[in-house]
């Protein structure tokens, strides 16, 4: 009933950037918070950048300064700027949301994935 998809991953230099989208479709009725997290081989999954619907962000220390999440929230799409991107930041990215079905219960809905991979 949802799908978040996501796209503009791909093979940067470093101190490059990278601009990923998410866009969620299906029956819903509100988003509360969508959430970029990423996942390097052999690494658990960790927050990489979070949105809630009022708007307040929040960045782990790893990517303050160099990642901005930013959201459109009615079209139910959110962005992650990456700037000055290392190699430690290759990872497959993922899109996380929040959100209520209209009909239906409030649940956590991922995307597929995307690759970033940071190398020269």
């Known amino acids: 009933q949802v799908q978040l998809v996501e796209s503009g991953g791909g093979l940067v230099q470093p101190g490059g950037s990278l601009r990923l989208s998410c866009v969620a479709s299906?029956?819903?009725?509100?988003?509360?918070?969508m959430v970029w997290y990423r996942q390097a081989p052999g690494k658990q999954r960790e927050l990489v950048a979070a949105i809630t619907s009022g708007g307040s962000t929040n960045y782990p220390d790893s990517v303050k300064g160099r990642f901005t999440i930013s959201g459109d929230i009615p079209k139910n799409t959110v962005y992650l700027q990456m700037n000055n991107l290392k190699p430690e930041d290759t990872a497959v990215y993922y899109c996380?949301?929040?959100?209520?079905?209209?009909?239906?219960?409030?649940?956590?809905?991922w995307g597929q994935g995307t690759q970033v991979t940071v190398s020269s």
């Open positions: 299906g029956s819903i009725f509100s988003i509360y918070r």
């Open positions: 996380y949301a929040d959100l209520r079905l209209r009909i239906g219960s409030r649940g956590d809905y």
